[in-house]
């Protein structure tokens, strides 16, 4: 079957929407590409509530060349719907989901499937064989520039001051933005200058409940994770993008002078997400898919520097770490098909749509959240009872809502969970809701602290 054109990817799009009305929603992207395109992203799971499930981001098509991503991306979504309206689980080679593991990703997660971000790029790429290597969008540098395009990957607010924020060694590393129009890696006039790059903003914005991406590329063979500006280092916190006293030396190959660093448990978060991705992925019919940071993958021509600015998983995971009203979202890539043709023939792409399809899963299923929340309307301020809540850490996950907040846990103790159970049923006291409810909800609250710190007494 030949690769689908953006007029078929949206219709795919709209059709699975009206398929499954109760659990899916087509939702318009705001920003226009150049040529008048409307960007959408399919939304699946099941209605109202959506702040307390957690929500999964699959982006497709940064690359206008790289086709098969949205292809993926439309069946890994008609995949999932169709098994779980037939209760059925999902199989791909050798890599099995039962009917739970299907049934609880649309109960306990929001699933957004942006099936072709750069439109402008991906039709021009497929209009004639000499135009099948255009990766980037189709906007014209300005009104009497005719060179076009900036890469959508590079176009994000993330260390886009690559002078500035990089070694001069590296600037002009393969794998970075380019400051050239001619550039394929062009990185665009500004942050987050282009529509396509606005767009994929504008949802991180209005759907705080997002907190995983996965940005689909090719080639390689690799799921990748944050940091791609510098290695990764978790035990030096002063080193951030956001500190201008290591401009000039990020982006080389050695953690001892700079390392981006990311919060340990996150890192523990992300690791185990990319190991059960890369897991799903091999199992269908054991390609030899690795996982690395962003930062360490193998690059034809970068060598052992591959630092990278500008780009979508980056920014994702720097968000939270610039504004404290954003939520953390764990981002991560993963480049399909381990030659270096973007655009396979039909019958290696389908076998690469069912590797990719599993690990899409596997993400879903690692990004699951426990129904066990406490929700009140506007609850009273008792921050150091809430300290308590939140101070819990270490064991086996499980997530609790706080104050408005979703917050993880790992119960060192197995009466952890006994506290846990009678947060749960908080949620469903009726007492607990309207008007009415500021004394029922400080008397509740009261009581899940001194749970709380009658088990830390213990301990």
Request: net charge negative.
């Amino acid at each position: 079957m030949p690769y689908l054109t953006v007029e078929q990817i949206e219709s795919g799009l709209t059709d699975l929407t009206a398929r499954y009305p109760s659990v899916c929603r087509h939702i318009a992207l705001p920003h226009r590409t150049f040529e008048g395109r409307t960007v959408t992203a399919l939304r699946i799971g099941r209605h109202g509530d959506h702040g307390n499930r957690a929500g999964v981001l699959f982006l497709a098509n940064v690359h206008g060349n790289e086709w098969g991503g949205s292809d993926t991306a439309l069946t890994f979504a008609s995949d999932l719907l169709q098994a779980w309206e037939t209760g059925t689980g999902l199989t791909y080679g050798d890599t099995v989901f039962d009917a739970d593991d299907v049934a609880s990703v649309i109960d306990l997660c929001d699933v957004f499937v942006v099936g072709c971000v750069n439109p402008d790029g991906r039709a021009y790429s497929q209009e004639a064989p000499e135009n099948k290597d255009w990766r980037k969008n189709r906007r014209p540098l300005n009104d009497t520039d005719p060179r076009i395009g900036a890469d959508v990957n590079r176009n994000f607010d993330f260390l886009f001051d690559i002078d500035t924020a990089f070694d001069p060694s590296v600037t002009d590393a393969p794998t970075m933005g380019s400051l050239a129009p001619l550039s394929d890696h062009y990185q665009g006039i500004g942050p987050n200058s282009e529509a396509e790059t606005r767009n994929i903003v504008s949802l991180l914005d209005d759907h705080p409940n997002i907190a995983w991406l996965l940005d689909i590329h090719c080639t390689g063979g690799q799921v990748m994770r944050s940091w791609g500006d510098a290695p990764t280092q978790s035990s030096r916190p002063e080193q951030t993008f956001f500190n201008p006293d290591f401009d000039g030396v990020r982006g080389v190959a050695d953690v001892n002078r700079y390392g981006e660093y990311m919060d340990p448990d996150d890192r523990a978060r992300m690791d185990d997400a990319v190991s059960a991705v890369v897991t799903a992925v091999r199992g269908v019919r054991q390609e030899r898919y690795r996982g690395v940071a962003l930062y360490d993958r193998p690059t034809a021509g970068a060598g052992v520097q591959n630092p990278m600015s500008g780009d979508t998983i980056d920014y994702a995971y720097s968000r939270h770490l610039v504004n404290p009203d954003a939520s953390c979202v764990y981002g991560l890539a993963i480049e399909f098909g381990l030659d270096d043709d973007p655009q396979p023939p039909d019958d290696e792409m389908q076998r690469i749509t069912a590797d990719v399809s599993a690990g899409m899963v596997a993400l879903c299923l690692q990004a699951r959240r426990p129904v066990i929340y406490v929700e009140v309307e506007e609850p009273p301020i008792l921050t150091p009872d809430f300290r308590i809540l939140t101070g819990i850490i270490d064991g086996g996950p499980g997530w609790v809502w706080v104050n408005g907040r979703p917050v993880f846990v790992k119960p060192p103790d197995p009466r952890l969970y006994e506290l846990l159970r009678r947060v749960g049923e908080f949620q469903v006291a009726p007492e607990l809701y309207g008007p009415d409810a500021v004394g029922p909800q400080r008397k509740a609250l009261l009581q899940i602290a001194e749970l709380a710190q009658g088990l830390l007494d213990e301990l």
